[in-house]
């Protein structure tokens, strides 16, 4: 698979220990960011790599940092990214699966190497099931795009007007 790899200067230890795992892997790992600096700023940095992944330059995304959280947030701004920090192999795999998770985050200072390399494993062998979470994965985009989501038209749903509804008033 073709890897896009990133770290702010947080992340450098963790990103050269995946790098090596990936290569090792058989993976095609291409790396951005500038070089390690205390003043770098992770939103630019998650940016370069979210629209290189969007270009089609690489298949997934992987951002090292400190704890994960910036990046995540930062990427997801960005239409069509779909970015989670993860620090366990189930959360990885569901949230490609489920999601169509793109750009994993991962925390230097909270996941150990060993680890980190298991999530990553996780996340990369996962394939995207379709279904109710095709159905969710719509309504995701559409609230990306501005739109209300609809509930589409499968048996038994509640329609969306239903559901706020209840959400509203607390009902379940």
Not at 36 to 41: A, K, M, S, V
Request: some cysteine; aromatic content about 4%; proline content about 5%.
């Amino acid at each position: 698979m073709r890897v896009g790899l990133a770290a702010d200067h947080a992340g450098q230890n963790l990103k050269a220990s995946l790098e090596k795992h990936l290569r090792a892997k058989g993976h095609e790992v291409r790396v951005y960011g500038p070089a390690p600096d205390p003043e770098d700023d992770y939103p630019l940095i998650a940016r370069v790599l979210a629209e290189a992944l969007l270009a089609g330059e690489f298949d997934r995304a992987i951002f090292c940092c400190g704890s994960g959280i910036g990046p995540a947030v930062a990427a997801n701004k960005i239409p069509g990214v779909r970015a989670t920090v993860v620090d366990n192999e189930w959360s990885a795999r569901d949230g490609v699966s489920h999601v169509d998770v793109n750009f994993l985050t991962l925390g230097e200072r909270v996941i150990g190497d060993e680890l980190a390399k298991s999530v990553v494993d996780a996340y990369l062998q996962a394939v995207v099931l379709g279904g109710r979470h095709e159905r969710r994965r719509k309504q995701i985009e559409a609230m990306e795009q501005g739109q209300r989501p609809s509930s589409g038209e499968t048996p038994g749903s509640r329609t969306t007007a239903d559901a706020t509804q209840g959400m509203r008033r607390g009902v379940k």
